[in-house]
């Protein structure tokens, strides 16, 4: 495989876990409103000041992205390649749809600072601007995937709109929220406010993962529609096979701290005297959480490399 491509997925991958961790903060930061009180008012400028700044830092992952596509584009060494990214930007499709893309990220960025500026209002909007912002980089990225393979405004690019926007939610939600847990944070010090938390957390992961599913299934479906012999013979096959290994590895860990360990945590935070196991509780849902962020870091990569291979 060519340096130049290979630089691509690394970038993609790049650009996956940014949106993934900017609609991750926001998800956070409307959880766990209501939980902790002032605590969690106090708290809220600074997730959105951290989701304003992985929004702009997703913006320049899309310019560093434009180089090495013009480079690709137009043949010529990757410090030649700025007299091609015009062209680019003007004559092809990509050009338009990253335009889209580096547009939303603006949005999104100017979302997150903009919420930042009013203390106490988690909600409100600027969470409003911000999911704006994450549709059109959505729409933007849709545009220049294979879901774009048989033009634009099309059902097929659509749900690829919402599996890109359910899968930031899902894995930036865990993500983030692992990173929470193990931090000692006011809004969530107590027993009862870290249980609400996990449920909020449970139930958005779940709806997140139906629809994932529901359009993951229909992506490749037609991704492989015109596929000739055994799927897994194909270097995209073997890929997806991939993907879905971790997808499953998430829903598994998801699942277990759902049946298992969030039902613990919400009896132990309901009795006085359950401090020991309500403390345990907690710790085992964390690392399963903590494991299942590593393995969403691990879908979300293998995603750039299969939005990079041929069906």
Same mark, same amino acid.
């Given at each position: 495989m060519d340096a130049l491509v290979v630089a691509e997925i690394a970038v993609a991958a &790049?650009?996956?876990?940014?949106?993934?961790?900017?609609?991750?903060? @926001?998800?956070? +930061? $409307? %959880?766990?409103? =209501?939980i902790g009180g002032a605590a969690a008012g106090a708290g809220a400028p600074r997730w959105s000041r951290w989701q304003g700044g992985a929004a702009l830092a997703l913006a320049c992952a899309l310019a560093v992205y434009l180089w090495l596509q013009a480079a690709v584009m137009s043949g010529s060494p990757l410090a030649e390649a700025g007299s091609a990214v015009t062209a680019v930007l003007t004559e092809s499709h990509f050009g338009l749809a990253w335009s889209v893309? /580096?547009? =939303?990220?603006? &949005?999104?960025? @100017?979302? =997150?600072?903009?919420?930042? =500026? !009013?203390?106490? !209002?988690?909600?409100?909007s600027g969470a409003t601007v911000t999911a704006l912002g994450a549709l059109v980089y959505a729409a933007g990225r849709a545009a220049e995937s294979h879901a774009a393979d048989t033009g634009d405004?099309?059902? !097929?690019?659509?749900?690829?709109?919402v599996h890109l926007g359910s899968t930031a939610l899902w894995a930036g939600s865990v993500i983030v929220s692992a &990173?929470?847990? !193990? +931090? +000692?944070?006011?809004? @969530?010090?107590?027993?009862?406010?870290?249980?609400?938390? /996990?449920? +909020? $957390?449970?139930q958005l992961a779940t709806a997140a993962l139906a629809i994932v599913a529901a359009t993951g299934i229909y992506n490749a479906i037609q991704d492989t529609a015109h596929t000739v012999g055994p799927l897994l013979g194909e270097a995209y096959g073997r890929v997806l096979a991939a993907k879905l290994v971790l997808v499953c590895a998430t829903v598994l860990l998801g699942g277990a701290n759902r049946m298992v360990f969030l039902p613990r945590m919400q009896v132990a935070a309901a009795s006085g005297d359950a401090a020991l196991a309500q403390v345990q509780a907690q710790r085992r849902f964390g690392q399963l959480l903590a494991v299942e962020? @590593?393995? %969403? $870091?691990? &879908?979300l990569i293998v995603a750039a490399v299969l939005g990079h291979t041929s069906p």
């Open positions: &790049v650009q996956d876990v940014l949106f993934a961790l900017a609609a991750g903060m @926001l998800a956070v +930061r $409307l %959880m766990t409103s =209501g893309g /580096c547009a =939303g990220a603006a &949005v999104m960025a @100017l979302g =997150g600072f903009f919420s930042a =500026g !009013r203390a106490g !209002r988690p909600g409100g405004f099309t059902l !097929r690019e659509a749900v690829h709109v &990173v929470l847990l !193990r +931090r +000692r944070e006011t809004a @969530l010090s107590g027993g009862p406010q870290r249980a609400a938390f /996990c449920s +909020r $957390l449970s962020a @590593l393995a %969403m $870091l691990g &879908v």
